[in-house]
């Protein structure tokens, strides 16, 4: 497939521009509402007062709440074998499968998309959007998850009901034109005298296909600010194959009745009325406080205000204001209209009731609550449906993103051994795999345990179930979020029960006086370097043995000296220690085990059976 010219990339990324008009005016008002840029409105004919934001981020509020619940925990990821009849670990196995979900993993922690995820969130809950791109890592030659922002992102224009793949997608970012020449020699880019020019924001194109990267600048973002030839000025930087076959880019919209639309979309005009009559409130407060004075002027005189400034100064400054030509004067009380407050706290509720923010997420307490129990159920509800629709559209087009990642693997680096470390917790071990071979499919599942439900409330439940024999354990570990390695964590349990096992026998032994303690103290100098007590015990009875072993032969050497030395002395050895050495005549018997050396082999015998029968398990 054939990229489009340079010419057709602008003409097409600048229809899409004019046609998303209205969808980018509604993100934009989100945004500046969430970030506090935004301004009251005011009165044309009335000076602005100068005073911070005096109502509630109720904005930032809601989409970081809702956020921060579906990011929670990440889901789970399964890569199925290719052939389920396939046994031990070659090709089609169960095992090149979990080589594929060490792959995603490895993948997921090298590009932190864990941290990229909770602004992906923040998107879909802000903006109705998100976008999510895979492409390739040329610092660190490998592939990368990136999450872009949707304001500046332009996919081909599809119908709010279908999900296919898009065919191509066009991305813009800002650039001051001085760093794209440093960066960009060879493309000529114009050069101006004056300093804010060159400096000026230049729109970056970045346009991606099923076969094609094409980068390139657009023109200046404020064409206005340079002469009528650059204003429309642009020019392509460089293009390459990535060779995937698909255009690497998802869009997660949020499930609407007929087009992409945030749930702040129309409550951006409530909170903007509501900060108005919040100002208005603390102006009517301000008047209240210092009211306005007024003067009665006598009859024939001109009145005067007798201080250094001819201006009546204001009394918490401590000045006497003496004036002349005046009667008497007088203060204007008034009080604020409770009217208003009534008016703000019902729009409030109508946002909070709106975007289901409850009042305790702002630290209130609903109700009779008392308790911490009580509070904690309230907070966190069984399954928030809004949540719960945030990471179903998520673990749905993710499954495509993992298959993108697949496909760059195995497009840049098809025959080259790759090393990658999974990020696991726990995990020492480094996935080794060869691309062409270990990526036979891009098939996988990604799945919420339990979609909608917090990370504490996913392990009650699957407690619960394991309980109630509904669930096995293996399967409650595969949907745990907190368990990355179900199968090491369930050999590790195993290991765990055995030593645990061994060492109780073992100190029973011990308080029989069946088990010499110069063993377990041998055993103990292991286990504190950090030896496991398998291992410890194993060569602290090697060290044990090999030492009898040692003070038998001394013994033995013993006696022959003695024997010597009789004979020299010309005395004969008692009969007795001669038939304790085998005889008159020849080399004298090594003795044979004691007791301890029968009881320590057999010991030792049955643990290596029960490591054999489990390994073989």
Same mark, same amino acid.
């Given at each position: ?65 809702? /956020? ?14 290719? #052939? ?48 999510? !791109? ?17 304001? #500046? $992102? ?12 898009? @065919? ?21 880019? %114009? ?28 023109? %200046?973002?404020?064409? @206005? ?45 409530? $909170? ?50 003496? !004036? ?18 009534? $008016? ?32 904690? *159920?309230?907070?966190?509800? *069984? !399954? ?43 995990? /020492? ?5 060869? &691309? ?10 990604? *799945?919420? &345990? ?27 570990? $595969? ?36 088990? &010499? ?22 060569? /602290? ?8 072993? /040692?003070?038998?032969? @001394? ?32 080399? %004298? ?14 010991? !030792? ?13």
């Amino acid at each position: 497939m054939e990229a489009p010219r340079w010419e057709e990339i602008v003409e097409i990324v600048r229809a899409r521009k004019g046609a998303n008009d209205l969808l980018l005016d509604t993100m934009n008002e989100v945004r500046e509402r969430y970030n506090g840029d935004f301004v009251v409105p005011w009165f044309d004919d009335v000076d602005r007062p100068e005073m911070p934001p005096v109502t509630p981020a109720l904005v930032t509020e809601v989409v970081d709440w809702h /956020a921060q619940r579906a990011g929670s925990y990440v889901p789970m990821i399964y890569c199925p074998a290719k #052939s389920a009849d396939t046994l031990g670990n070659g090709p089609g196995s169960r095992w090149y499968g979990e080589v594929r979900r060490r792959i995603l993993a490895a993948t997921w922690h090298q590009s932190k998309f864990e941290l990229k995820m909770r602004r992906s969130f923040r998107h879909l809950a802000g903006y109705g959007q998100a976008v999510i !791109v895979v492409r390739k890592d040329f610092t660190n030659d490998s592939v990368c998850m990136d999450v872009k922002d949707p304001l #500046s $992102t332009y996919p081909d224009l599809q119908a709010a009901e279908s999900y296919a793949a898009h @065919e191509n997608c066009a991305f813009i970012s800002g650039r001051s034109l001085a760093s794209l020449r440093a960066q960009y020699p060879w493309a000529n880019l %114009p050069q101006f005298d004056m300093s804010e020019r060159d400096s000026g924001i230049w729109d970056v194109l970045e346009w991606v296909d099923r076969d094609h990267w094409v980068f390139g600048v657009l023109g %200046p973002r404020r064409p @206005e600010q340079y002469p009528e030839e650059y204003q429309r000025y642009n020019t392509e930087f460089y293009r390459y194959r990535h060779g995937m076959g698909v255009c690497p880019v998802v869009t997660p919209s949020r499930v609407t009745l007929d087009r992409i639309a945030s749930k702040l979309s129309h409550v951006t005009q409530t $909170t903007d009325l509501m900060a108005k009559m919040q100002t208005l409130q603390v102006i009517a407060a301000e008047k209240a406080i210092f009211p306005d004075k007024y003067g009665i002027v006598a009859d024939g005189m001109h009145p005067e205000v007798l201080t250094e400034t001819g201006q009546f100064e204001d009394g918490r400054t401590g000045i006497v204001n003496w !004036v002349r030509g005046v009667e008497s004067l007088g203060e204007m009380h008034s009080q604020p209209n409770p009217v208003g407050q009534q $008016t703000i706290d019902r729009l409030e509720r109508n946002i909070r009731v709106t975007n289901q923010l409850g009042a305790i997420r702002g630290g209130e307490s609903a109700g009779a609550l008392r308790t911490g129990r009580g509070i904690d *159920s309230m907070l966190a509800a *069984s !399954v928030d449906p809004v949540i719960e629709e945030m990471q179903q559209t998520f673990q749905s087009y993710l499954v495509d993103v993992h298959k993108f990642v697949f496909e760059c693997y195995k497009s840049y680096w098809p025959d080259k051994k790759m090393t990658m470390f999974t990020g696991w917790v726990g995990n /020492a071990d480094r996935v080794e795999f060869v &691309p062409e071979k270990h990526i036979e499919i891009t098939d996988n599942v990604v *799945s919420y &345990p339990i979609a909608g439900a917090t990370v504490g409330e996913v392990n009650i439940y699957l407690g619960q179930l394991v309980q109630s024999r509904q669930m096995s354990q293996r399967t409650a570990r $595969t949907y745990h979020p907190w368990i990355h390695d179900p199968d090491g964590e369930e050999e590790a349990i195993r290991m765990e029960a055995m030593e645990q096992s061994l060492m109780e026998s073992i100190l029973i032994r011990v308080q029989e006086g069946q088990f &010499p303690l110069e063993l377990l103290l041998m055993m103990q100098k292991r286990i504190v370097k950090g030896m496991t007590v398998t291992d410890s015990l194993t060569e /602290a009875t090697k060290e044990f043995e090999e030492l009898q072993a /040692a003070q038998a032969e @001394e013994q033995q050497m013993a006696q022959q000296e003695q024997m010597m030395m009789q004979q020299q002395m010309g005395g004969q050895p008692e009969f007795s220690d001669l038939a304790a050495q085998g005889g008159g005549q020849g080399p %004298p018997i090594t003795q044979g085990a004691n007791e301890d050396q029968v009881r320590m082999q057999q010991l !030792v015998s049955a643990l290596n059976s029960a490591r054999s029968q489990t390994s073989a398990a």
